[in-house]
């Protein structure tokens, strides 16, 4: 069988089409997608919702300015509590979900369907010259069945450009388009709306198996596509040994002490698996450090 993996596959594409006045970015992931995937396994909704989230967080990053990272992160009560995806300036990418295991396997993939209090936001920390890095945070609205319409809308609304995204995944590759008007009248007078009408045209399964290149002279061959800039994807973890000293400092003397079991204190990183351990000595060590704060990662066990 042949594989359908393109051979830019784990890369972000941005390109301009000339004659249209519109940019694009595309974003492909194998591997790195793999390597999120298999920290479950996950229900086939989850699975799906968690790819397009890893494709998404990577393919805005090639859109909005990131010095630092792009997170897309979903909360809801229903059988999926927590999606989390985040990419990194330099084009690394990690993601998690969790969920109730009972209720997830039959849940629905329309976002509508998540409840009322379910919230999905998208969030950019870039560096500052100060101890706290600059956040941007966005809440995106769940009147869409699908975060592609979800995030098209977002971007429609907040950015008052016309904006289309198609994001997909499957349990081997994930992906993600999207195009924007360029601001002011470049391009032909009809240039959005035929990018629009060509865009409709690309199916789920040509965005997975086509190469930046074949994509963009199929797609737009009449629109002049020229490639800007490109840059590698790739699976890694912000967690560190700093990180964890950090969010155990967060939790106070006594719950600190409390996490040593059977002579040490283990935290397992629930994105990429790694293990921290801690002794008591060295659980002592650190509360008797000057009170100075540690960025402590997002999520442990």
């Not at 329309?110 to 941007?136: C, F, H, Q, W």
């Not at 971007?155 to 590759?173: C, I, K, M, N």
């Not at 490109?230 to 409390?258: D, I, N, Q, W, Y």
């Amino acid at each position: 069988m042949t594989d359908p993996t393109p051979p830019d596959s784990d890369r972000l594409t941005r390109f301009l089409l000339q004659n249209a006045g519109v940019r694009g970015v595309r974003v492909h992931l194998r591997e790195t997608w793999q390597h999120i995937n298999g920290r479950g396994p996950y229900p086939a909704q989850i699975q799906e919702l968690l790819g397009e989230a890893s494709a998404a967080a990577a393919l805005f990053t090639g859109h909005a300015k990131v010095d630092g990272r792009l997170s897309v992160q979903l909360r809801a009560s229903g059988p999926l509590r927590t999606l989390f995806a985040e990419c990194t300036a330099a084009g690394t990418i990690r993601g998690i979900a969790r969920y109730d295991e009972d209720d997830a396997p039959t849940m629905s993939r329309d976002l509508r369907a998540l409840g009322d209090d379910a919230v999905l936001a998208l969030t950019i920390e870039n560096p500052s010259k100060g101890r706290d890095p600059m956040r941007y945070q966005g809440l995106v609205s769940l009147a869409s069945e699908s975060l592609s319409g979800a995030f098209e809308d977002y971007f429609r609304q907040s950015e008052q450009l016309p904006t289309r995204v198609l994001l997909v995944a499957d349990g081997t590759h994930a992906a993600g388009l999207m195009l924007q008007k360029l601001p002011g009248d470049e391009g032909d007078d009809d240039g959005w709306n035929r990018a629009g009408i060509l865009f409709d045209t690309l199916s789920t399964s040509e965005l997975l198996e086509w190469p930046a290149e074949t994509l963009l002279a199929r797609l737009f061959p009449d629109d002049a596509p020229q490639v800007l800039g490109e840059k590698p994807l790739s699976f890694a973890c912000s967690c560190s040994r700093e990180r964890v000293e950090g969010m155990l400092l967060s939790l106070g003397a006594e719950e600190a002490r409390a996490a040593v079991i059977d002579g040490e204190a283990r935290i397992i990183c629930e994105f990429c698996g790694q293990s921290y351990r801690f002794t008591p000595a060295e659980i002592e060590t650190l509360l008797s450090l000057p009170s100075t704060p540690l960025d402590a990662p997002e999520r442990l066990q």
